[in-house]
């Protein structure tokens, strides 16, 4: 880690000529900064759903629409997650968003007890 740092910090001191190409540098050590690679996991994807009902309610809604999101990229076909960010979409008035996740969520759960009042929510949005 010593010499990462004095690599970066001699770097950093040379002029923008000197300096070497980015492909050079040593990588990132956040793994937060890394791309997630995503398997289907039910667990996970029930938690952002859990936490984006928080986000939700307290009127995030754009926090909301990033953690139902996380949730249908852990599992792809949780309906309850693709609901959700239909309304943190309807809050964040992107009727765009709203639209393709309710398409989903219908697409998931044609028999679902609210599949009518969502068929005539998406109508509205078309029209």
């Known amino acids: 880690m010593a010499a990462a740092f004095a690599f970066a910090l001699a770097s950093f001191a040379q002029t ?10 040593p990588p990132e050590e956040d793994a937060g900064e890394a791309p997630k690679d995503y ?21 995030n809604f754009k926090a909301a629409a990033s953690r139902f999101t996380e949730a249908t990229r852990w599992n792809d076909g949780n309906a309850e997650a693709w609901l959700h960010l239909a309304e943190a979409e309807e809050k964040k008035k ?12 219908l697409e998931l759960a044609p028999e679902a007890r609210n599949t009518a009042e969502v068929r005539k929510r998406l109508g509205k949005l078309k029209g």
Do not use: D, I, T, W
């Open 16 to 25: 923008p000529a000197q300096r070497p190409p980015v492909s050079q540098l």
């Open 39 to 59: 398997v289907f996991n039910p667990v996970q994807s029930k938690r952002e759903v859990e936490v984006g009902l928080l986000y939700l309610h307290k009127g």
């Open 94 to 105: 992107n009727p765009k968003g709203e639209r393709a996740a309710l398409q989903k969520y």
